[in-house]
């Protein structure tokens, strides 16, 4: 047995706004912008944020794994939609995981998330490393363009790795080429020249050298260079300073997701980890406020790795948005008159959430242990009314299963961000049933039978006090 990486994936949101219609929206105030409107860029739904992108990624990572074994869990973000929550604690228990696990939010920096796994992966605890981002920006913003929603996790610990770290190397420097405070909700950028000139080029390539130092290997090894950096030219710079091969540069999927801060060093990981062969190197870069390098070899555990959703899975899993303002919408970037049936109070009683949270946040529901049927949520009497059995319910796990639908509609009179309200009755293939909302449906193709999935998503927003609530919802089944 090794120490290294056991499993991987990402998320990525079905949404994908044109940068077209980013610059036809704004171009009579920047017509630059027309020179960016090619390609399209990952977005969250409006029941979407950076803690229902990481439980989604890890749930395709951890698909029909032992979960018992998991020690931590690392989550990396600078979005984080509580400035005083667990959301690595918010993860856990969606993912039900032990609850005497180690869990950890990690922020602050573009390179928390490489900081993490380089720490991780030096260790010996089995540990779930999670990130995901969801960047804000000005409309008309170079960033605007730039920026895509988007979440990866990485499984670490003892076993057979499909990559196993040979070297890492890490320089801090407060170089500060963008910058956000609490006071501020969007990115202050500085000029790309000088980013490229003083701050990659300068502060990378020596890591790069310490890196393969190190691990005794040289430039010309390295098979795949993943260096995210939204600035057009500047990873193939880097390589060509540190003499890494052209060819090793590896694409930052820029024009089909945009760049996903503090996801995108792991996003880049998993693709090229769905690629590559044993024995290959992988270097994988980490920059802001310094930078991290980290240099992984494939192992040929790699050929056996289970198929996932993963990143190829993600991007043909996609929905086109042209509607820019409905975009603003979803990011509170514009105030809409949304009605009176809107004005309902929101309060969460965070007492009864304690006391529901394996229904609320683990999807559990239960098992009669006399007749064996299923239900959710879980009595203290068995639903079947042959058996009515009191205090015979066991915890069960429904996230995971597959359900169709028996029942739906379309509802345009209650109120949604996104309307019409779709939501229905779902019947599981293995017993049970339950009515929920459908989340990223189109509501002129759903039909009864239609295979559903369960995902993590936001139930409701409490924007007078602060608060999310969390829940699942129904949503059709993706082909890998």
């Known amino acids: 047995m090794s120490f290294g990486i056991l499993a991987f994936s990402v998320y990525l949101p079905r949404l994908r706004l044109s940068r077209r219609a980013i610059a036809e929206a704004n171009s009579w105030f920047n017509p630059a912008?027309?020179?960016?409107?090619?390609?399209?860029?990952?977005?969250?739904?409006?029941?979407?944020?950076?803690?229902?992108?990481?439980?989604?990624?890890?749930?395709?990572?951890?698909?029909?794994?032992?979960?018992?074994?998991?020690?931590?869990?690392?989550?990396?973000?600078?979005?984080?939609?509580?400035?005083?929550?667990?959301?690595?604690?918010?993860?856990?228990?969606?993912?039900?995981?032990?609850q005497d696990i180690s869990a950890q939010d990690v922020a602050a920096s573009q390179r928390a998330a490489t900081?993490?796994?380089?720490?991780?992966?030096?260790?010996?605890?089995?540990?779930?490393?999670?990130?995901?981002?969801?960047r804000r920006a000005r409309s008309a913003s170079p960033m605007e363009m730039t920026a895509g929603d988007g979440a990866a996790a990485i499984l670490v610990g003892a076993g057979k790795p499909v990559a196993r770290l040979l070297a890492s190397a890490s320089r801090t420097a407060d170089f500060v080429d963008h910058y956000r405070s609490l006071d501020m909700p969007y990115d202050y950028q500085w000029e790309e020249r000088w980013v490229r000139d003083a701050g990659y080029n300068e502060i990378v390539?020596?890591?790069?050298?310490?890196?393969?130092?190190?691990?005794?290997?040289?430039?010309?090894?390295?098979k795949h260079f993943c260096m995210p950096v939204a600035i057009p030219r500047v990873a193939n710079s880097t390589a060509k300073i540190a003499g890494i091969p052209e060819t090793a540069v590896r694409d930052n999927f820029h024009a089909v997701c945009g760049e996903t801060g503090?996801?995108?060093?792991?996003?880049?990981?998993?693709?090229?980890?769905?690629?590559?062969?044993?024995?290959?190197?992988?270097?994988?870069?980490?920059?802001?406020?310094?930078?991290?390098?980290?240099?992984?070899?494939?192992?040929?555990?790699?050929?056996?790795?289970?198929?996932?959703?993963?990143?190829?899975?993600?991007?043909?899993?996609?929905?086109?948005?042209?509607?820019?303002?409905?975009?603003?919408?979803?990011?509170?970037?514009?105030?809409?008159?949304r009605g009176m049936?809107?004005?309902?109070?929101?309060?969460t009683p965070l007492s009864a959430l304690w006391r529901n949270r394996e229904t609320v946040t683990s999807?559990?529901?239960?098992?009669?242990?006399?007749?064996?049927?299923?239900?959710?949520?879980?009595t203290n009497i068995c639903v079947n009314p042959n058996c009515n059995a009191v205090h015979t319910q066991e915890p069960y796990p429904f996230a995971d299963q597959i359900g169709r639908i028996n029942s739906f509609t379309a509802d345009r009179l209650t109120y949604s961000p996104d309307p019409p309200a779709c939501y229905g009755m779902i019947q599981f293939e293995v017993g049970g049933r339950v009515m929920i909302d459908f989340t990223d449906v189109d509501a002129?193709?759903?039909?009864?039978?239609?295979?559903?999935?369960?995902?993590?998503?936001?139930?409701?927003i409490d924007s007078q006090r602060g608060f999310r609530r969390y829940f699942w919802k129904a949503a059709p089944v993706e082909t890998k």
């Open 33 to 98: 912008l027309k020179s960016q409107a090619k390609g399209e860029r990952a977005v969250c739904n409006w029941d979407e944020d950076v803690v229902t992108m990481a439980v989604e990624a890890a749930r395709d990572a951890l698909l029909e794994r032992d979960r018992s074994s998991i020690a931590a869990v690392r989550f990396a973000s600078t979005t984080f939609p509580f400035l005083d929550r667990l959301h690595a604690g918010i993860v856990s228990e969606a993912l039900t995981l032990e």
């Open 115 to 134: 900081s993490t796994l380089a720490s991780t992966l030096a260790g010996k605890e089995e540990t779930l490393i999670v990130a995901a981002e969801q």
């Open 205 to 222: 390539p020596p890591v790069i050298n310490q890196c393969l130092e190190k691990a005794g290997r040289k430039a010309g090894d390295v």
């Open 262 to 337: 503090v996801a995108h060093p792991l996003l880049m990981l998993v693709a090229t980890l769905e690629e590559a062969k044993p024995g290959e190197l992988i270097l994988l870069i980490g920059f802001g406020q310094g930078a991290d390098a980290l240099l992984l070899e494939v192992t040929d555990v790699i050929q056996h790795h289970p198929k996932r959703l993963g990143m190829r899975g993600h991007l043909k899993r996609r929905k086109e948005v042209t509607n820019y303002v409905k975009f603003l919408a979803f990011n509170d970037a514009i105030e809409l008159e």
């Open 341 to 347: 049936r809107a004005e309902a109070d929101k309060l």
């Open 363 to 378: 999807f559990i529901g239960g098992c009669c242990k006399k007749c064996g049927t299923l239900q959710f949520p879980r």
């Open 444 to 460: 002129d193709i759903l039909a009864v039978g239609q295979p559903m999935r369960m995902m993590f998503r936001i139930k409701d």
